[in-house]
T-cell receptor, first 116, second 114 residues
Framework: DTGVSQNPRHKITKRGQNVTFRCDPI?????LYWYRQTLGQGPEFLTY????????KSRLLSDRFSAERPKGSFSTLEIQRTEQGDSAMYLC??????????????FGPGTRLTVL | KQEVTQIPAALSVPEGENLVLNCSFT??????LQWFRQDPGKGLTSLLL?????REQTSGRLNASLDKSSGRSTLYIAASQPGDSATYLC?????????????FGQGTTLQVKP
Protein backbone atom coordinates (compact mmCIF):
# COMPACT_ATOMS: atom_id res chain seq x y z
CA ASP A 1 0.00 0.00 0.00
CA THR A 2 1.59 3.27 -1.13
CA GLY A 3 -0.92 5.63 0.50
CA VAL A 4 -0.85 7.49 3.81
CA SER A 5 -1.35 5.18 6.78
CA GLN A 6 -2.35 6.01 10.35
CA ASN A 7 -2.32 3.94 13.51
CA PRO A 8 -4.27 3.17 15.51
CA ARG A 9 -7.52 3.59 13.63
CA HIS A 10 -9.51 3.89 16.84
CA LYS A 11 -8.49 4.84 20.36
CA ILE A 12 -10.67 4.95 23.45
CA THR A 13 -9.10 6.42 26.56
CA LYS A 14 -10.05 7.83 29.91
CA ARG A 15 -9.79 11.49 30.69
CA GLY A 16 -6.34 12.41 31.93
CA GLN A 17 -4.48 9.67 30.07
CA ASN A 18 -1.85 10.31 27.40
CA VAL A 19 -2.28 9.05 23.85
CA THR A 20 0.03 8.89 20.84
CA PHE A 21 -0.89 8.53 17.18
CA ARG A 22 1.35 7.65 14.28
CA CYS A 23 1.26 8.73 10.64
CA ASP A 24 3.29 7.24 7.80
CA PRO A 25 3.17 9.51 4.74
CA ILE A 26 3.66 8.59 1.11
CA UNK A 27 7.35 7.78 0.96
CA UNK A 28 8.67 10.55 -1.27
CA UNK A 29 6.49 13.30 0.22
CA UNK A 30 8.39 15.99 2.12
CA UNK A 31 5.38 17.75 3.70
CA LEU A 32 3.22 16.23 6.41
CA TYR A 33 0.11 17.80 7.94
CA TRP A 34 -2.07 17.06 10.94
CA TYR A 35 -5.74 18.08 11.03
CA ARG A 36 -8.56 17.54 13.52
CA GLN A 37 -12.17 16.97 12.56
CA THR A 38 -15.14 17.01 14.90
CA LEU A 39 -18.53 15.60 13.99
CA GLY A 40 -20.31 17.54 11.26
CA GLN A 41 -17.42 19.93 10.71
CA GLY A 42 -14.67 20.24 8.14
CA PRO A 43 -11.11 19.38 9.21
CA GLU A 44 -9.09 22.09 10.97
CA PHE A 45 -5.35 22.53 10.56
CA LEU A 46 -3.19 21.66 13.58
CA THR A 47 0.43 21.64 12.42
CA TYR A 48 2.73 20.77 9.55
CA UNK A 49 6.27 19.59 8.86
CA UNK A 50 8.57 20.09 5.95
CA UNK A 51 10.99 17.20 6.21
CA UNK A 52 11.82 17.04 9.95
CA UNK A 53 11.14 20.73 10.68
CA UNK A 54 7.85 21.73 12.30
CA UNK A 55 7.13 25.01 10.53
CA UNK A 56 3.72 26.07 11.79
CA LYS A 57 1.38 25.27 14.66
CA SER A 58 -2.24 26.33 14.95
CA ARG A 59 -3.55 28.08 18.04
CA LEU A 60 -5.76 24.98 18.37
CA LEU A 61 -2.62 23.08 19.36
CA SER A 62 -2.48 23.69 23.10
CA ASP A 63 0.60 22.89 25.16
CA ARG A 64 -0.88 19.43 25.85
CA PHE A 65 -0.28 18.56 22.20
CA SER A 66 3.11 17.77 20.73
CA ALA A 67 4.07 16.51 17.30
CA GLU A 68 7.33 15.17 15.96
CA ARG A 69 8.78 13.97 12.69
CA PRO A 70 12.24 12.89 13.82
CA LYS A 71 13.77 11.67 10.58
CA GLY A 72 11.56 13.38 8.08
CA SER A 73 9.56 10.21 7.51
CA PHE A 74 6.79 9.13 9.92
CA SER A 75 5.25 11.53 12.43
CA THR A 76 3.70 11.16 15.87
CA LEU A 77 1.08 13.30 17.56
CA GLU A 78 0.87 13.04 21.34
CA ILE A 79 -1.90 14.40 23.52
CA GLN A 80 -1.15 14.61 27.22
CA ARG A 81 -3.79 14.70 29.96
CA THR A 82 -6.62 14.11 27.50
CA GLU A 83 -9.91 15.95 27.93
CA GLN A 84 -13.34 15.06 26.61
CA GLY A 85 -13.08 17.97 24.19
CA ASP A 86 -10.17 16.20 22.50
CA SER A 87 -12.55 13.57 21.14
CA ALA A 88 -12.33 13.89 17.36
CA MET A 89 -10.95 12.34 14.20
CA TYR A 90 -7.27 13.12 13.78
CA LEU A 91 -6.26 13.18 10.13
CA CYS A 92 -2.80 13.12 8.61
CA UNK A 93 -1.98 14.25 5.08
CA UNK A 94 1.16 14.43 3.00
CA UNK A 95 2.24 16.21 -0.14
CA UNK A 96 5.26 16.74 -2.32
CA UNK A 97 6.08 20.40 -2.57
CA UNK A 98 7.78 21.22 -5.82
CA UNK A 99 9.70 24.44 -5.95
CA UNK A 100 7.54 27.55 -5.85
CA UNK A 101 4.14 25.82 -5.85
CA UNK A 102 1.83 23.96 -3.56
CA UNK A 103 0.76 20.41 -4.30
CA UNK A 104 -2.14 18.05 -3.86
CA UNK A 105 -2.56 16.66 -0.35
CA UNK A 106 -3.34 13.00 0.21
CA PHE A 107 -5.05 11.96 3.41
CA GLY A 108 -4.82 8.91 5.58
CA PRO A 109 -7.83 7.05 7.03
CA GLY A 110 -7.65 8.97 10.30
CA THR A 111 -7.51 8.01 13.97
CA ARG A 112 -10.80 8.27 15.84
CA LEU A 113 -10.18 9.31 19.46
CA THR A 114 -12.86 8.94 22.11
CA VAL A 115 -12.13 10.35 25.57
CA LEU A 116 -14.44 9.00 28.26
CA LYS B 1 -8.97 35.54 7.69
CA GLN B 2 -9.97 33.07 4.99
CA GLU B 3 -13.39 31.48 5.45
CA VAL B 4 -14.88 28.76 3.30
CA THR B 5 -18.63 28.14 3.04
CA GLN B 6 -20.45 25.27 1.37
CA ILE B 7 -24.10 25.39 0.38
CA PRO B 8 -26.25 23.39 0.75
CA ALA B 9 -25.28 21.51 3.89
CA ALA B 10 -27.25 18.49 2.69
CA LEU B 11 -28.73 17.39 -0.61
CA SER B 12 -30.89 14.44 -1.62
CA VAL B 13 -31.44 13.61 -5.28
CA PRO B 14 -32.79 10.68 -7.32
CA GLU B 15 -30.33 8.51 -9.20
CA GLY B 16 -29.36 9.81 -12.62
CA GLU B 17 -29.75 13.48 -11.81
CA ASN B 18 -27.01 16.00 -12.59
CA LEU B 19 -26.13 18.17 -9.60
CA VAL B 20 -23.98 21.09 -8.53
CA LEU B 21 -22.29 21.63 -5.18
CA ASN B 22 -21.22 25.14 -4.26
CA CYS B 23 -18.20 26.45 -2.42
CA SER B 24 -17.36 30.08 -1.66
CA PHE B 25 -14.32 31.65 -0.04
CA THR B 26 -13.76 35.15 1.32
CA UNK B 27 -10.16 35.83 0.22
CA UNK B 28 -9.69 35.51 -3.53
CA UNK B 29 -5.91 35.34 -3.22
CA UNK B 30 -5.61 31.55 -3.12
CA UNK B 31 -2.91 29.14 -4.31
CA UNK B 32 -5.29 26.34 -5.21
CA LEU B 33 -8.61 24.74 -4.38
CA GLN B 34 -9.16 21.04 -3.74
CA TRP B 35 -12.36 19.00 -3.65
CA PHE B 36 -12.55 15.90 -1.44
CA ARG B 37 -14.96 13.09 -0.81
CA GLN B 38 -15.44 11.64 2.68
CA ASP B 39 -17.40 8.48 3.45
CA PRO B 40 -18.83 8.12 6.99
CA GLY B 41 -16.09 7.49 9.55
CA LYS B 42 -13.37 7.48 6.90
CA GLY B 43 -10.55 9.71 5.74
CA LEU B 44 -10.63 12.10 2.80
CA THR B 45 -10.25 11.11 -0.83
CA SER B 46 -8.95 13.80 -3.16
CA LEU B 47 -11.21 14.28 -6.18
CA LEU B 48 -9.89 17.30 -8.04
CA LEU B 49 -7.31 20.04 -7.52
CA UNK B 50 -7.53 23.34 -9.36
CA UNK B 51 -4.47 25.58 -9.42
CA UNK B 52 -5.14 29.32 -9.05
CA UNK B 53 -4.24 29.88 -12.71
CA UNK B 54 -6.78 27.30 -13.91
CA ARG B 55 -10.51 27.68 -14.48
CA GLU B 56 -11.62 24.05 -14.30
CA GLN B 57 -10.61 20.42 -13.92
CA THR B 58 -12.41 17.27 -15.02
CA SER B 59 -12.24 13.68 -13.89
CA GLY B 60 -14.77 11.21 -15.23
CA ARG B 61 -18.26 12.38 -14.25
CA LEU B 62 -16.85 15.19 -12.10
CA ASN B 63 -16.11 18.72 -13.21
CA ALA B 64 -14.87 21.45 -10.90
CA SER B 65 -14.72 25.11 -11.83
CA LEU B 66 -12.98 28.01 -10.15
CA ASP B 67 -13.77 31.72 -10.33
CA LYS B 68 -11.20 33.42 -8.14
CA SER B 69 -12.48 36.95 -8.65
CA SER B 70 -15.89 36.07 -7.26
CA GLY B 71 -14.54 33.65 -4.66
CA ARG B 72 -16.50 30.67 -5.93
CA SER B 73 -16.06 27.08 -7.01
CA THR B 74 -18.58 24.52 -8.13
CA LEU B 75 -18.40 20.75 -8.31
CA TYR B 76 -20.61 19.31 -11.02
CA ILE B 77 -21.55 15.63 -10.80
CA ALA B 78 -23.10 14.16 -13.91
CA ALA B 79 -25.53 11.24 -13.92
CA SER B 80 -25.39 10.72 -10.15
CA GLN B 81 -25.28 7.18 -8.74
CA PRO B 82 -26.06 5.78 -5.27
CA GLY B 83 -22.32 5.17 -4.86
CA ASP B 84 -21.79 8.94 -5.02
CA SER B 85 -23.49 9.28 -1.62
CA ALA B 86 -20.92 10.87 0.71
CA THR B 87 -19.85 14.20 2.17
CA TYR B 88 -18.06 16.49 -0.26
CA LEU B 89 -15.60 19.00 1.13
CA CYS B 90 -13.87 21.88 -0.58
CA UNK B 91 -10.69 23.41 0.75
CA UNK B 92 -8.41 26.26 -0.25
CA UNK B 93 -4.81 27.13 0.39
CA UNK B 94 -4.85 30.78 1.35
CA UNK B 95 -2.79 33.34 -0.49
CA UNK B 96 -1.44 34.93 2.67
CA UNK B 97 0.48 31.81 3.59
CA UNK B 98 2.73 29.41 1.72
CA UNK B 99 2.50 26.67 4.30
CA UNK B 100 0.14 24.71 2.11
CA UNK B 101 -2.35 24.26 4.94
CA UNK B 102 -5.89 23.62 3.76
CA UNK B 103 -8.85 25.66 4.99
CA PHE B 104 -12.02 23.60 4.72
CA GLY B 105 -15.69 24.27 4.36
CA GLN B 106 -18.15 22.32 6.48
CA GLY B 107 -19.09 20.03 3.63
CA THR B 108 -22.19 19.06 1.69
CA THR B 109 -23.67 15.67 2.53
CA LEU B 110 -25.09 14.10 -0.61
CA GLN B 111 -27.60 11.26 -0.73
CA VAL B 112 -28.40 9.71 -4.09
CA LYS B 113 -31.53 7.58 -3.93
CA PRO B 114 -31.89 4.53 -6.18
Amino acid sequence: DTGVSQNPRHKITKRGQNVTFRCDPISEHNRLYWYRQTLGQGPEFLTYFQNEAQLEKSRLLSDRFSAERPKGSFSTLEIQRTEQGDSAMYLCASSLRPSGETAEQFFGPGTRLTVL
Amino acid sequence: KQEVTQIPAALSVPEGENLVLNCSFTDSAIYNLQWFRQDPGKGLTSLLLIQSSQREQTSGRLNASLDKSSGRSTLYIAASQPGDSATYLCAVIGGSSNTGKLIFGQGTTLQVKP
